[in-house]
Nanobody, 118 residues
Framework: QVQLVESGGGLVQAGGSLRLSCAASGRTFSIYYMGWFRQAPGKERELVVRIAWSGGTPYYADSVKGRFTISRDNAKNTVYLQMNSLKPEDTAVYYC???????????WGQGTQVTVSS
C-alpha cells in the first residue's frame, strides 16, 4: 500500500500563489504515475496534472496550463504543485493520487482545500 498526505492548502486572494505538497510513504517503489486532481462543489473530480514518477513531460489540464507547475523530490518521496495566478474558479479540494501503471491511480490522499477569493 501507498499512503499519500497532502498539505499546503488555504485561503488566498485572486492572483495569489500557493504550493501544495504530497508526501508518499509505504510501498513507494511501486509508484509509476502520480497526479493532482481537484473537485469543486457540485462538480466532478477533474485532472489537474499528471506525471510519471521517473520524470518526463507532465500533462496539464488546459485550465491550469502556464499557471501551475508540478515538481518532484524523489529523495523525499514528495510531489509539489506550485499554483500561481490563482483564480476563483480554482477553488476546490485538491487531491494527490498515485498508481503502479500509466494513467492508473489506485492511491489517493485525503485532499486539501484551496479557496481563492475574488
Amino acid at each position: 500500500q501507498v499512503q499519500l498526505v497532502e498539505s499546503g492548502g488555504g485561503l488566498v486572494q485572486a492572483g495569489g500563489s500557493l504550493r501544495l505538497s504530497c508526501a508518499a510513504s509505504g510501498r513507494t517503489f511501486s509508484i509509476y504515475y502520480m497526479g493532482w486532481f481537484r473537485q469543486a462543489p457540485g462538480k466532478e473530480r477533474e485532472l489537474v496534472v499528471r506525471i510519471a514518477w521517473s520524470g518526463g513531460t507532465p500533462y496539464y489540464a488546459d485550465s491550469v496550463k502556464g499557471r501551475f507547475t508540478i515538481s518532484r523530490d524523489n529523495a523525499k518521496n514528495t510531489v509539489y504543485l506550485q499554483m500561481n495566478s490563482l483564480k476563483p474558479e480554482d477553488t476546490a479540494v485538491y487531491y494527490c493520487a498515485a498508481g503502479p501503471r500509466r494513467l492508473t491511480f489506485d492511491y489517493w490522499g485525503q485532499g486539501t482545500q484551496v479557496t481563492v477569493s475574488s
